[in-house]
């Protein structure tokens, strides 16, 4: 993250240096220089280059030789943020991709063809209150997932950026902290019907009960609204249901529309024990899910390791986890685009490692052992990735 | 099959050439943050290295928030702090893998402070609030001389200045007419040359200037002690991790519960923790 040049001057000419500074200070400071639109501003993003294996059982050739892709991908986000007044930030954000809305990757190799680079943040960000350990923000616009999440997540991919308002709250003491986290967020705008949306409430607890050691324990619930029985949201235009289950859509020429089948919403219970171990952090989490309006193939399981954190030279991070989403735990078009290859009906497990080679360069590894279409007996799935991301 | 064991492979040497996690230098303390908290550190720095020799400490004084980035950064070792780590901070060092531990080294007042020629003996927490928010610009509005009030603060990067924002602010929108400089020391140098000047300092830079009761009670250490003191802080020390006993930088650290380190503290012009 680097402040824009003009911003450099005037913090340096407010922050003291070194020793001797403090008695030889000058009588009679002059007055700051006159701020400009500069000084507001940081501007940060990061660049990863990937390379990933893809065993797919699912799509056996006429051989019967399992499918297999190989491919480099990039992915490269940039984001400014302005400083509009003591309490309020506002946030603009681009990102590598098209119109999915849970990866920002653009695979390389289509005759060198210019990528696409789409709004991925828009949104501002006003601190209500901030008095000791006790806050409350409200983001609006197209904003990064406010959720308490963990490594991995059952609910939400990563890259997914929900649209509009969500409440961010926390309250406590040195002994425990609250947390209260709200969405309104805009699924489908539809011209005469009702829109798809998703109302969400989280409530979480986390303990400290040394420096070291804390437990946290939270619930969340998402109301999906309107999607049963109205056509599935795809961005591939493949009437693609991302592992949920579908009946007979709108019909359009000589296609018939896949529907969601049921309507969805999961409540989630989530723990994760934090220590640090020997001077490594370790966290151990998990994650219980179940669509309380779904009938059968409602639930979701998800519990991981991750022991270190790659952030300083020199510094690694591994981790494992298991996953399970059956068929309609959740909503599958938002889950997690890597782990079988995205949405539910899947289950498997995830290693990975990371390393931290140099200032803002980090080496990444992933593999994925998967079964895919779990509701009809399973086919593997596997995947490998390695990365390399810089950060600026 | 074969592409991805020649790539593990690239892995496992490009893992192997890198090396293990830099390590700090066991005789080396870089200390940052807090101009408020610097002079004991410089003093701890001083006391320290006269007795060992083979260890350097530096001390640099950005500010308490630079203080806490330099340690979540790991460019310091200490990060010197006149405020605790706001909720923003813990959550960025958690994520950066630094494990801030808090370590009170001593209480201080924040010395509301005029010329030594201001015959105002006493405001309380609501004038000087007024004051900082420019709803009493004027001396006489006060029952002073017809002067305009020169308004002194700390930079809004400062502890001081959250303090200050949090115990007599109370998030209340400074006065654009106040002027801003970089330390303490700063501030004292331009009240000492300022006839009509407020400022608000720790207790270490009150030489020369004049303190004001605040609330009827001055800032000494006694009234900082008994919690009588309206606008009394701890300052900090923060660490990446527990030293471990027996290294200079858990020495360092500690400096302030041995005798000698309350006594440098008291002389620093600061309250030592009982």
């Known amino acids: 993250m680097k402040k824009v040049v003009a911003g450099l001057v005037l913090m340096a000419g407010v922050s003291g240096t070194c020793l001797a500074a403090e008695s030889n200070a000058p009588a009679a400071t002059p007055a700051p220089a006159p701020k400009t639109w500069a000084d507001s501003i940081t501007l940060k993003g990061d660049l990863r280059y990937r390379y990933e294996t893809i065993n797919d059982d699912s799509k056996k050739n006429a051989s019967k030789e399992t499918y297999t892709r190989q491919r480099d991908r990039v992915r490269a986000r940039l984001a400014a943020e302005a400083k509009v007044n003591d309490q309020t930030k506002a946030v603009v954000g681009l990102s590598t991709g098209g119109s999915d809305p849970i990866s920002g990757n653009q695979t390389l190799g289509d005759g060198a063809a210019k990528k696409e680079m789409r709004l991925d943040l828009a949104y501002i960000d006003f601190k209500a209150l901030e008095e000791g350990t006790s806050e409350l923000s409200v983001q609006a616009g197209k904003i990064k997932n406010p959720f308490m999440t963990m490594n991995d997540d059952l609910m939400f991919d990563g890259d997914l950026s929900p649209e509009g308002i969500a409440v961010k709250a926390q309250t406590g003491n040195d002994m425990v902290t609250v947390y209260g986290n709200a969405g309104y967020i805009w699924i489908q705008e539809r011209d005469s019907k009702d829109a798809a949306m998703l109302l969400a409430g989280q409530g979480a607890m986390k303990f400290q009960f040394i420096p070291e050691v804390s437990l946290t324990l939270g619930a969340s619930y998402y109301g999906f609204q309107n999607l049963e029985g109205y056509d599935v949201i795809d961005w591939e235009g493949k009437n693609n249901a991302y592992g949920n289950s579908t009946k007979k859509g709108t019909v359009s020429g000589s296609t018939t529309n896949k529907a969601w089948a049921t309507e969805f919403t999961p409540v989630v219970y989530f723990a994760s024990l934090d220590m640090w171990v020997a001077g490594v952090p370790v966290s151990i989490f998990g994650q219980e899910l179940s669509n309380t309006d779904a009938d059968t193939l409602d639930q979701g399981h998800m519990y991981g390791v991750s022991v270190g954190k790659a952030k300083r030279v020199g510094t690694f991070e591994a981790g494992y986890s298991y996953t399970e989403l059956e068929k309609d735990a959740t909503v599958g078009m938002w889950t997690d685009s890597d782990r079988w290859g995205g949405g539910t009906d899947g289950k498997g497990h995830k290693v990975y490692a990371k390393y931290q080679v140099m200032k803002n360069l980090q080496f990444g590894a992933a593999y994925f052992k998967d079964d895919k279409t779990i509701s009809k007996g399973g086919t593997d799935y596997d995947r490998m990735q390695l990365d390399l991301v810089a950060a600026f | ?274």
Not at chain 2, 146 to 171: A, H, M, P
Not at chain 2, 264 to 274: C, L, N, Q
């Open chain 2, 1 to 274: 099959m074969k592409k991805i064991n020649k790539l593990m492979a690239m892995m496992a040497v490009v893992g192997m050439g890198v090396g293990a996690a830099v390590a700090g230098d066991a005789n080396s303390i870089v200390v940052d943050g807090s101009t408020t908290v610097g002079p004991v550190a410089k003093a701890f720095a001083e006391y320290y290295m006269g007795k060992h020799q083979n260890v350097n400490i530096t001390v640099s004084e950005s500010g308490s928030g630079n203080g806490a980035k330099s340690l979540i950064n790991a460019a310091c070792d200490v990060a010197t702090m006149s405020r605790p780590m706001k909720n923003s901070e813990k959550k960025a060092a958690q994520e950066a893998g630094v494990l801030a531990i808090e370590n009170v080294v001593a209480l201080d007042g924040l010395a509301v402070i005029v010329h030594p020629s201001n015959s105002r003996g006493n405001l309380t927490i609501e004038q000087i609030r007024d004051i900082y928010t420019g709803k009493i610009t004027n001396w006489k509005e006060l029952g002073g001389p017809d002067q305009k009030i020169v308004v002194i603060s700390r930079d809004t990067n400062s502890g001081t200045y959250e303090s200050f924002n949090t115990l007599v602010l109370k998030d209340a929108k400074l006065t654009g007419g106040a002027e801003y400089v970089g330390s303490g020391g700063a501030i004292r140098q331009r009240v000492l040359s300022t006839e009509a000047a407020i400022g608000y300092v720790g207790l270490a830079f009150t030489e020369g200037v004049k303190t004001l009761q605040v609330n009827g009670v001055a800032p000494t250490p006694e009234t900082v002690i008994a919690k009588t003191y309206p606008i009394a802080r701890p300052l900090f020390m923060y660490t990446n991790g527990r030293p471990k006993e027996g290294t200079a930088l858990y020495d360092f650290v500690n400096l302030s519960k041995t005798a000698e380190g309350k006594r440098i503290i008291e002389d620093v012009g600061y309250v030592p923790v009982k």
